[in-house]
């Protein structure tokens, strides 16, 4: 049993990576993370009084804090999913991409090294790898280049991991997987924004033709990776994830309008992403054959289970989308916890 040290753990991926390691490990897990708008501890409000579970509050990129929690909490383990994820906002404004993704990652990795951990997981993206034309796959030996100023500040932070690897000898692996979704997911990102507009009879904004091409995997597929590669990975390698479910957006958002019985006048054509990445696919041929991992989920019953989440939570994105979910650290954790 180890004691692991989960960054991000209140946002969608963490969420889920937080619940499957109590559910499915006898590990204890400290979620560190600075809520951002991203940061719901509302994800988790099923295990908050599990005794293996810890929440701290602090920013990655604010060394003394680091310092504060890894001498408290001595973990072993790293797992660090802590950033800004959303490629639309960091058209906007790249500065918070950069000081998270970038100066955060090496503050951890700094600070986890002094602390001797013993394995450091960093998640990042395919995207690092940039855009696919309509044919070929990602593989790990794939040259990175980036497109949006999220995808490029997540490769910088592989690079820092990767220096800290071969500079340093420090354990560190990275994982890249493709477009997630599933319960939790802030709906900002297509599926979720999509089911939640559907549902209130909104417009559904397809940028551009619609015809990109995401791969896409469902949550727990991912987070089944990541465990698997925390605990069996080796020290220097990347291991890319995906879902073997190239789907156009288009079709993706057709599909969520059928399963919720909607019309298709309800779809927008609005201007595209400046910079918009074509294609994804991931080769996730390395992780298959080292780790013997491979997607559970299948993409259409996936979908189905992954709206119907959303139609039987609706108090979770109306309160998500009203701003009442920021409330919830204070009422519920005001004063108990210790924070950065
Ligand atoms: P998310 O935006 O839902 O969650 C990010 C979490 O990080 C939030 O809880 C936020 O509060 C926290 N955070 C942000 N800045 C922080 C800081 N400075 N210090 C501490 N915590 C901070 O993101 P997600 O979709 O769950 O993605 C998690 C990770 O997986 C990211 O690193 C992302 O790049 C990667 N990833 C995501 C996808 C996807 O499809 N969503 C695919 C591949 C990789
Ligand atoms: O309103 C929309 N309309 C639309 O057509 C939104 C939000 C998106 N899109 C398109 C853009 C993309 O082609 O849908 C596709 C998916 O968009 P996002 O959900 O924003 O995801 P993407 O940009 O592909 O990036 C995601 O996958 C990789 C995550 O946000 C990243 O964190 C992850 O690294």
């Not at 390691?21 to 809520?35: F, G």
């Not at 690092?128 to 980036?146: D, I, N, Q, R």
């Not at 650290?329 to 950065?340: A, M, N, S, V």
């Amino acid at each position: 049993m180890s004691k692991i040290l989960v960054t991000g753990g209140a946002g969608f991926i963490g969420s889920n990576f937080v619940r499957l390691l109590l559910a499915q490990r006898r590990h204890s897990v400290v979620n560190l993370d600075k809520l951002t708008y991203a940061g719901n501890l509302e994800n988790l409000k099923d295990v908050e009084s599990d005794p293996r579970y810890a929440f701290v509050k602090a920013d990655i990129a604010d060394r003394p804090a680091m310092e504060r929690v890894f001498a408290e909490h001595r973990p072993e383990v790293v797992v660090h999913l802590a950033a800004e994820s959303h490629v639309d906002r960091s058209v906007l404004d790249a500065s918070a991409f950069v000081l998270t993704n970038v100066l955060g990652t090496q503050v951890l990795l700094d600070v986890a090294r002094q602390h001797g951990v013993q394995r450091f997981v960093h998640v990042s993206t395919d995207e690092v790898y940039g855009s696919l034309g309509a044919t070929g796959k990602f593989s790990e030996t794939t040259p990175l280049a980036p497109n949006s100023p999220y995808s490029s500040s997540k490769a910088g932070s592989d690079l820092l991991v990767r220096a800290a690897f071969h500079t340093h000898h420090f354990p560190a692996i990275i994982t890249r997987c493709s477009n997630n979704y599933g319960p939790y997911q802030f709906p900002e990102k297509l599926i979720p924004l999509m089911i939640a507009n559907a549902l209130e009879g909104k417009k559904l904004p397809v940028y551009g033709d619609g015809r990109n091409v995401r791969d896409w995997i469902y949550v727990t597929d991912h987070c089944e990776a990541i465990a698997l590669v925390m605990e069996k990975g080796r020290d220097g390698e990347v291991y890319n994830i995906g879902g073997d479910a190239e789907r156009e957006n288009l079709h993706v958002v057709r599909t969520i309008l059928k399963l919720l019985g909607r019309g298709e006048d309800l779809i927008q054509y609005v201007k595209d992403r400046p910079g918009h990445d074509r294609r994804y696919a991931i080769d996730h041929t390395k992780i298959a054959g080292e780790l013997g991992w491979r997607p559970r989920h299948d993409f259409e019953t996936a979908l189905a289970r992954t709206v119907e989440w959303y139609v039987q939570n609706r108090p979770w994105w109306e309160r998500v989308r009203s701003g009442a979910y920021r409330t919830y650290y204070e009422t519920q954790y005001g004063g108990r916890l210790k924070g950065g």
